[in-house]
């Protein structure tokens, strides 16, 4: 049973999430022959106050 979890840096829009969820699970089905019933997806909008890359936050960049 595949379970994804998906950190983004911001925010997604509905019809993203959709989007992102039924392409990563095509690809899981078609190339690890993983039912799509059997395939979870979470999604973890992250503000860019709190994630940071090369010491430097993202709402600085």
Request: aromatic content about 8%.
């Amino acid at each position: 049973m595949p379970y994804v979890n998906i950190r983004i840096a911001g925010s997604l829009s509905r019809e993203q999430k959709a989007q992102i969820a039924a392409e990563i699970t095509a690809t899981l089905e078609r190339i690890a022959h993983k039912p799509a019933s059997y395939t979870y997806l979470t999604f973890e909008e992250i503000s860019e106050e709190n994630w940071a890359i090369a010491g430097k936050l993202l709402d600085e960049r």
